[in-house]
Nanobody
Framework: VQLQASGGGLVQAGGSLRLSCAAI????????MGWYRQAPGKQRELVAV???????GYADSVKGRFTISRDNARNTVYLQMNSLKPEDTAVYYC????????????????????WGQGTLVTVSS
């Protein structure tokens, strides 16, 4: 399984960006998908998470500005980021808890954690 993220870039403060992350492989289910970020010199932190049933959770710092969504049919998670601030500058990583299967669906693995390659978001003041 691979997570392929895209959508980062440079934006001015107050602007918007949309990140996408697609899980590709032999997948049985993805109960949880989310986004983390890591700013220079800081630890990686949770930004937003969404379970397959639709419940969401957000870091306090992004509530009201960021929205996470999922397309379960495409195993894809999105992060709409509005009203961006310079302190949102970081490398953003998608994360998924995945149960794999084979082509015929003959088995399901326990949940495994996968990370995307990271996409840089830079917000200028």
């Amino acid at each position: 399984v691979q997570l392929q993220a895209s959508g980062g870039g440079l934006v001015q403060a107050g602007g918007s960006l949309r990140l996408s992350c697609a899980a590709i492989g032999s997948i049985f289910s993805i109960p949880v998908m989310g986004w983390y970020r890591q700013a220079p010199g800081k630890q990686r932190e949770l930004v937003a998470v969404m379970v397959s049933g639709g419940d969401t959770g957000y870091a306090d710092s992004v509530k009201g500005r960021f929205t996470i969504s999922r397309d379960n049919a495409r195993n894809t998670v999105y992060l709409q980021m509005n009203s961006l601030k310079p302190e949102d500058t970081a490398v953003y990583y998608c994360n998924a808890e995945v149960s794999r299967t084979d082509y015929h669906g003959t088995y399901r693995t326990p949940l495994e954690t996968y990370w995307g390659q990271g996409t840089l978001v830079t917000v200028s003041s």
